[in-house]
């Protein structure tokens, strides 16, 4: 049985006149289960495999590997289906013209699965905008699912589709099923394929070498089967004439949910989180309120997680009005940490844009603040990658010189790691 903890991590005296609450609100789950046993409903899993002409020989070979790893972490008792992908989507298994486009796993299903991905061939151009679609329809499919996630690999770019056309497509999948992506090679684009993992609730990364894919498979998909919990959703209450702000996630990825609100009521906004196995999350939560006088107290937010219809966990925000200096200008350690590491990605992406359209200037300066950032902030994986793409004349003042050879898999593993997070040291 999933047991769910909250924390919260905030200064709650705020000045004469302040009307700004920030907070950090740590979600912890232990007990989860593994995905589709857990009496929350059952479990679909999609393996999105690029196979067009960019693939060639040796990648393809590589991804056929990958997701056949993939296919074995897969829990028997599980739905799943596996879509091969090029300037078109089509079904590679199960071998489905109509009705549910999806079989439970067990010994045969998995070796039948296994073949036909043996059968895979490089051909065409890359629609990853089809993919999607043809995967939401293989879910839709499948009405008794609680819990949908896919894995996707791509090695190009989004060459036979327009962006408009890319676009459309995330926005009809978008809370359909969550996807983790994964690019190999340095031919495709970050930005690109961020776009869908972030309207997916799902991850990005770089797999440099072929060789790589199939460890990195068969570790997604088990931890795909480790969440136990479907789905759960976070909600912020806050007192009438309120603000909230934003609602960001921020461990372990930095994740801006403040546009994705669905109103629950007037004065409730529920933002998706996606399913949950044993982990901790942390979430930044800010709150515009009205001044009161000094002396005064109030209740700021709310935040609670809720799986189906019962709150499962809830943190509460306050705030109490003071004329002690010395209560007021604390800045909290948690808010501080996780105000810099969402700033460090934004000054990575920056950067890299800038980057790669000649703008030295703007990517010295902003890569120069990445630096100072990933220092303060104790986020040594950050400035190991930066080391790989600036070299860094003076730490504290953010003092860099872009480096005039840079391996692209380098920039695109910063680039990829931009949003990853370290926690607070104790």
Known sequence: MAEFSAEVYQNEFLPDGGTDVNAIVTMSCTGAGEAGRSGGGEAGEIIIVDTSGSMGRTKLEAAKI????????????????????????????????????????????????????????ADGGTAMGTWLVLAARLFDSMPMLTQRHAILLTDGENHNETPEGLDRAIAHVTGKFQCDCRGVGVDWQVAEVRRIAQ?????????????QMAQVFAELMQQAM??????AQLRVWSPQGAQVMFVRQV????????????EVNPLTGGYPTGSWGDESRDYHVG?????????????AARVQLVVGDAVVAQGLVKAKWSNDDTLTT????????????????????????????GDDATATTKLGRAVQLAAATGNEEATTRLRKVVDIQDVENGTVRLKRAVDRADEMALDTASTKTTRIKG
Not at 226 to 231: C, F, I, L, N
């Open 287 to 299: 709150v515009r309120l009205g001044a009161k006088a000094i002396g005064q107290e109030q209740l």
């Open 66 to 121: 990958a997701a056949a790893a993939a296919v074995d972490q897969i829990l028997d008792g599980t739905w799943f289906a596996v879509v091969a992908g090029s300037h078109q989507a089509y079904l590679a298994f199960p071998a489905a013209r109509a009705g549910a486009g999806m079989v439970k796993m067990d010994p045969s299903t998995r070796f039948a699965a296994q073949q036909a991905i043996a059968r895979f061939q």
């Open 251 to 262: 461990s372990p990825t930095v994740e801006d949910l403040t546009n994705r609100r669905s």
């Open 199 to 211: 309207a997916l609730l799902g991850t990005v990364d770089i797999i440099p070498q072929p060789e």
């Open 226 to 231: 480790g969440r136990g919990v479907a789905d």
């Open 330 to 357: 604390r800045i909290n350690p948690e808010v501080a940490h996780y105000t810099g590491q969402t700033e460090l990605a934004e000054a990575i992406q920056e950067g890299l844009a800038a980057k790669a359209v």
